[in-house]
């Protein structure tokens, strides 16, 4: 079927829709990233798996990280090449398996590494390995979102490490970003090289991690290329790569829903949707997120406490569908009254939504749809009562 981007008439089911158009914009960004800074950048599954557009990323990117068996799996026998893993625990039934995989498999502490580095060798011979490090630093300032925090279970301290690193280790892992700047990276690099400098010499690889949010409007892509780029000059011995995921979905389509029921009490209006906020956009409550919706705005925090809108305005909560008490956020101006049947648009709902998405109360997933440039929608994916039952098998 085809349908109008904007409103995007006749989708009648809630749908997720990548937009082919602006997942190519992306694309070609991280692309010319990656050329003139000489980098490698992968894409991450944790944000974004939808195996089905995997044929338009080879068009620009020969690799991807996976955290998991089943994301190594992915990269090997649908993307077409084997993964940069890192998990921060690998266990005795899986190793072989995430090894053979695997083209990068970095650690997360030195047990782990005394443990299995020479399984790994034996099931993948001329894999490379490395370390997962702790910069000690992160201006990450959600603190569920923070592995650099203290106590924190993710990667190796300087303290911890020897002036000779373990034999067959071949590069360093730092990752402590969410949907950052290049003025953060740059901040974060000074820290990184204060506490790791000393051992570059002896590595092949740097991995910087994700959360580099380059395809972000207001983000400095030159300012990015050339810390990059003066980064390599100075260690031109190691390869760097760069893991986003967040970058590669960014604003590359939402998730359509539609208004079922509008319940008033104590004067507060809630429209009920066909989704929810738990199963399918779980960072709205984890983070918490506020996502954009279209043709609404979101209240301020002294609207929502005094009630008082803009003339003609008509304030809702947007709820879900499940039976969580919580599965609602609050709240969004709308310059007219909702009625039942109307779609609800929630942007930029692509990256860490379809890769967390529950079946909690056996709510149905939204479909996945591609939408091409001449306006026909393809759907990837419907989702049945089978992929509910299958769960509880």
Same mark, same amino acid.
């Given at each position: 079927?085809?349908?109008?981007?904007?409103?995007?008439?006749?989708? *009648?089911?809630?749908?997720?829709?990548?937009?082919?158009?602006? !997942?190519?914009?992306?694309?070609?960004?991280?692309?010319?990233?990656?050329?003139?800074?000489?980098?490698?950048?992968?894409?991450?599954? #944790?944000?974004?798996?939808?195996?089905?557009?995997?044929?338009?990323?080879?068009?620009?990117?020969?690799?991807?990280?996976? /955290?998991? !068996?089943?994301?190594?799996?992915?990269?090997?026998?649908?993307?077409?090449?084997?993964?940069?893993?890192?998990?921060?625990?690998?266990?005795?039934?899986?190793?072989?398996?995430?090894?053979?995989?695997?083209?990068?498999?970095?650690?997360?502490?030195?047990?782990?590494?005394?443990?299995?580095?020479?399984?790994?060798?034996?099931?993948?011979?001329?894999?490379?390995?490395?370390?997962?490090?702790?910069?000690?630093?992160?201006?990450?300032?959600?603190?569920?979102?923070?592995?650099?925090?203290?106590?924190?279970?993710?990667?190796? /301290?300087?303290?911890?490490?020897?002036?000779?690193?373990?034999?067959?280790?071949?590069?360093?892992?730092?990752?402590?970003?969410?949907?950052?700047?290049?003025?953060?990276?740059?901040?974060?690099?000074?820290?990184?090289?204060? #506490?790791?400098?000393?051992?570059?010499?002896?590595?092949?690889?740097?991995?910087?991690?994700?959360?580099?949010?380059?395809?972000?409007? *207001?983000?400095?892509?030159?300012?990015?290329?050339?810390?990059?780029?003066?980064?390599?000059?100075?260690?031109?011995?190691? #390869?760097?790569?760069?893991?986003?995921?967040?970058?590669?979905?960014?604003?590359?389509?939402?998730?359509?829903?539609?208004?079922?029921?509008?319940?008033?009490?104590?004067?507060?209006?809630?429209?009920?949707?066909?989704?929810?906020?738990?199963?399918?956009?779980?960072?709205?409550?984890?983070?918490?997120?506020?996502?954009?919706?279209?043709?609404?705005?979101?209240?301020?925090?002294?609207?929502?406490?005094?009630? #008082?809108?803009?003339?003609?305005?008509?304030?809702?909560?947007?709820?879900?569908? /499940?039976?969580?008490?919580?599965?609602?956020?609050?709240?969004?101006?709308?310059?007219?009254?909702?009625?039942?049947?109307?779609?609800?648009?929630?942007?930029?709902?692509?990256?860490?939504?379809?890769?967390?998405?529950?079946?909690?109360?056996?709510?149905?997933?939204?479909?996945?749809?591609? !939408?091409?440039?001449?306006?026909?929608?393809?759907? !990837?994916?419907?989702?049945?009562?089978? *992929?509910?039952?299958?769960?509880?098998?």
């Amino acid at each position: 079927m085809k349908t109008d981007k904007e409103t995007f008439e006749g989708v *009648d089911r809630p749908m997720y829709i990548l937009e082919e158009e602006h !997942l190519r914009r992306n694309l070609s960004l991280i692309q010319r990233v990656s050329r003139e800074a000489e980098v490698e950048i992968i894409l991450a599954f #944790k944000a974004y798996a939808l195996w089905k557009t995997f044929p338009i990323f080879r068009e620009y990117i020969g690799a991807t990280t996976a /955290s998991s !068996l089943y994301e190594a799996r992915l990269a090997y026998e649908e993307f077409g090449s084997p993964a940069h893993t890192y998990s921060p625990a690998y266990t005795e039934g899986e190793i072989d398996d995430i090894a053979r995989m695997s083209s990068h498999l970095t650690f997360n502490s030195l047990s782990q590494y005394e443990r299995f580095s020479k399984r790994a060798q034996k099931a993948h011979p001329g894999i490379s390995q490395g370390l997962r490090v702790n910069p000690e630093y992160s201006e990450v300032e959600t603190l569920i979102y923070n592995p650099c925090a203290p106590g924190t279970r993710f990667g190796i /301290s300087a303290g911890q490490l020897s002036n000779q690193l373990p034999e067959g280790i071949d590069g360093f892992h730092c990752h402590c970003h969410c949907e950052s700047g290049a003025d953060v990276f740059e901040r974060t690099l000074s820290h990184f090289m204060d #506490k790791f400098s000393r051992w570059l010499p002896q590595l092949k690889w740097v991995n910087f991690g994700g959360g580099h949010l380059m395809t972000r409007e *207001d983000y400095d892509v030159l300012h990015l290329i050339n810390i990059l780029k003066e980064f390599h000059r100075q260690h031109p011995w190691l #390869k760097i790569i760069l893991e986003p995921g967040s970058a590669f979905g960014w604003q590359t389509g939402p998730l359509v829903s539609h208004v079922v029921d509008v319940v008033e009490d104590h004067g507060i209006r809630t429209a009920i949707l066909d989704v929810s906020f738990t199963c399918h956009m779980p960072d709205c409550l984890e983070m918490p997120y506020m996502p954009a919706v279209r043709g609404a705005r979101v209240l301020t925090a002294a609207e929502e406490a005094d009630g #008082k809108l803009r003339e003609g305005e008509w304030h809702y909560r947007l709820g879900g569908n /499940s039976c969580l008490s919580g599965d609602f956020m609050d709240g969004w101006a709308f310059d007219h009254q909702l009625r039942i049947g109307e779609r609800i648009i929630f942007e930029d709902m692509l990256h860490y939504t379809t890769v967390k998405t529950c079946m909690f109360n056996g709510i149905a997933h939204p479909d996945i749809a591609l !939408l091409r440039a001449n306006g026909e929608l393809q759907t !990837l994916r419907r989702y049945t009562y089978e *992929d509910y039952r299958n769960r509880m098998d």
